[in-house]
């Protein structure tokens, strides 16, 4: 019996960077009976850093709201990361320019990045277990998380990869069982 290892990718938002989902699936292809035994390996689960968008965003903490806002439009994102001194210390979504901005009338070009971002945001590293990431973000009722690599960041996930990612996962498991019960 034949032993072929399957690499499934996806190209995510026309960036370059192909995402990887690499030895999820063992397949075993019987050459004299052209059957396909299909068989699930269990030992990699997915991590994070098989999915996470490793283009962040960013925005230094003194820049202006105003800052931000053209930066969100232009790049078609819905936060960004703010940076100081080359780390992370906040996230600004579209939901804290209405909770923080315009509930108080503010003029964006007058108020600092810093003040209206989220401090308390919530991050994983590469290696954490994807579902560990969207317990995570169940537990925290959010939308995204930040990679950290070594108090570094790395990258981010949004519950639009992961429903892309569980989307493939779906299409590869009915696929698998297709193919099994024919």
């Given at each position: 019996?034949?032993?072929?290892?399957?690499?499934?990718?996806a190209?995510?938002n026309?960036?370059?960077?192909?995402?990887n989902?690499?030895?999820?699936f063992?397949?075993?292809?019987d050459?004299?009976?052209?059957?396909?035994?299909?068989?699930?390996?269990k030992?990699?689960?997915?991590?994070?850093?098989?999915?996470?968008?490793k283009n962040?965003i960013?925005?230094?903490?003194?820049?202006?709201?105003?800052?931000?806002?053209?930066?969100?439009?232009?790049k078609?994102v819905?936060?960004l990361?703010?940076?100081?001194?080359?780390?992370?210390v906040?996230?600004?979504?579209?939901s804290?320019?209405?909770?923080?901005?315009?509930?108080?009338?503010?003029?964006a070009?007058?108020?600092?990045?810093?003040?209206?971002?989220?401090?308390n945001f919530?991050?994983?590293?590469?290696?954490?277990?994807?579902?560990?990431a969207?317990?995570?973000?169940?537990?925290?009722?959010i939308?995204?998380?930040?990679?950290?690599?070594?108090?570094?960041?790395?990258?981010?996930?949004?519950?639009?990869d992961?429903?892309?990612?569980?989307r493939d996962?779906?299409?590869?498991?009915?696929?698998i069982?297709?193919i099994?019960e024919?």
């Amino acid at each position: 019996m034949k032993h072929v290892t399957v690499t499934i990718t996806a190209r995510k938002n026309d960036y370059p960077d192909f995402h990887n989902f690499n030895n999820n699936f063992t397949y075993k292809i019987d050459t004299h009976n052209h059957a396909f035994i299909l068989q699930i390996s269990k030992h990699n689960m997915a991590q994070i850093r098989d999915i996470m968008e490793k283009n962040v965003i960013t925005i230094e903490h003194d820049k202006t709201a105003l800052d931000a806002a053209c930066l969100i439009s232009e790049k078609d994102v819905s936060f960004l990361v703010i940076m100081k001194d080359e780390t992370p210390v906040g996230v600004l979504s579209e939901s804290d320019f209405v909770k923080r901005l315009a509930v108080d009338n503010k003029k964006a070009s007058d108020v600092i990045v810093s003040e209206i971002m989220s401090r308390n945001f919530r991050w994983v590293e590469p290696e954490t277990e994807l579902e560990d990431a969207i317990q995570k973000m169940l537990n925290n009722n959010i939308r995204r998380l930040i990679i950290l690599d070594n108090n570094k960041l790395s990258g981010v996930i949004t519950q639009t990869d992961l429903t892309g990612f569980l989307r493939d996962k779906l299409l590869v498991d009915k696929t698998i069982k297709n193919i099994q019960e024919n």
